[in-house]
């Protein structure tokens, strides 16, 4: 169960390791749906996405068992599947089942998953820099300019610096 005032850290990936985003317009597009599924009640800290999976790290500040979030996010991924099946002609499912939702607990429990997010792509040889991919929050917290995340939250409670070359630094020195 959610509880209200909490950093979840929610990720999913393509159904037997599919790929899930195929042209940018889907990237675009399934940022949109996040976009109106979640910011009326709900903070995007950070996000990634990669070709076959994604990762969200949100805030909530309702009670998850007044707000069914994990069935407005089950209708967002269907929705996405749908037209993503239509693009490409094919049926069945494109995630995996049970999207996983881990609470973070501490301030250092989402300063760890914050790096570990903006890290992927260039753990998997997508960029050779954090600024040079497109689909993750990243590049929102490095030009300052918010597209989906709340910056300000995010800054303010993981006391990030706002000079990008520092951030960039800051964000250098974790990569594992």
């Not at 069914?68 to 749908?82: E, I």
């Not at 999207?99 to 300063?111: C, S």
């Not at 590049?139 to 597209?147: F, G, I, T």
Request: aromatic residues 16%; glycine residues 2%; proline residues 4%.
């Amino acid at each position: 169960m959610m509880h209200p005032d909490t950093f979840y850290h929610i990720f999913n990936r393509g159904n037997q390791r599919q790929l899930i985003f195929l042209r940018e317009r889907n990237y675009l597009y399934f940022l949109d749906k996040i976009k109106s599924t979640f910011l009326d009640d709900t903070d995007i800290v950070a996000y990634c996405l990669m070709p076959n999976h994604f990762h969200l790290i949100a805030y909530t500040h309702l009670s998850f068992e007044y707000l069914p979030f994990s069935k407005r996010l089950g209708k967002m991924l269907s929705s996405y599947t749908r037209g993503l099946q239509n693009q490409q002609k094919f049926v069945g499912s494109l995630f995996q089942q049970n999207t996983r939702k881990k609470a973070l607990l501490t301030q250092q429990d989402v300063y760890n998953c914050f790096q570990y997010v903006h890290q992927n792509p260039l753990k998997a040889n997508l960029a050779e820099r954090f600024d040079k991919w497109k689909y993750s929050s990243f590049l929102e917290y490095y030009n300052s300019k918010p597209k989906i995340c709340n910056i300000v939250l995010g800054r303010r409670f993981l006391d990030l610096p706002l000079n990008p070359n520092l951030f960039y630094d800051l964000s250098l020195s974790h990569l594992r």
